[in-house]
Nanobody, 121 residues
């Protein structure tokens, strides 16, 4: 089973940008549909974005549409999440996962440990 490692999180001011990366410690991501989820303190984990294994289909949560972009870089074996115009409500632990191209958390099977994103106002 593929092992996922997220990176790129940090502290940023509102309106700033961050680029998260999901890499495979073991396995090849090009064979998988990928998703990004996030979990804020005291809240349930929620869908952020997903991309099909060929990169043709992409889906976004309404809350991030127009600000976040999910993309594959098969040459580097990564899936990235470019986050622009960040808001304090984007503060959360961000996870990448493999599974179906869906918003449903239950249809993802392999998960990384997460990377923390904190947006200050």
């Amino acid at each position: 089973q593929v092992q996922l490692v997220e990176s790129g999180g940090g502290l940023v001011q509102a309106g700033g940008s961050l680029r998260l990366s999901c890499a495979a410690a073991r396995g090849t991501l090009s064979n998988y549909n990928m998703g990004w989820f996030r979990q804020a303190p005291g809240k349930e984990r929620e869908f952020v974005a997903a991309i099909s294994w060929r990169g043709i289909r992409r889906y976004y949560a309404d809350s991030v549409k127009g600000r976040f972009t999910i993309a594959r870089d098969d040459s580097k074996n990564t899936v990235n999440l470019q986050m622009n115009t960040l808001k304090p409500e984007d503060t959360a632990l961000y996870y990448c996962a493999t599974g179906s191209v869906t918003t449903k958390e239950s249809e993802y099977d392999a998960w990384g440990q997460g990377t923390q994103v904190t947006v200050s106002s």
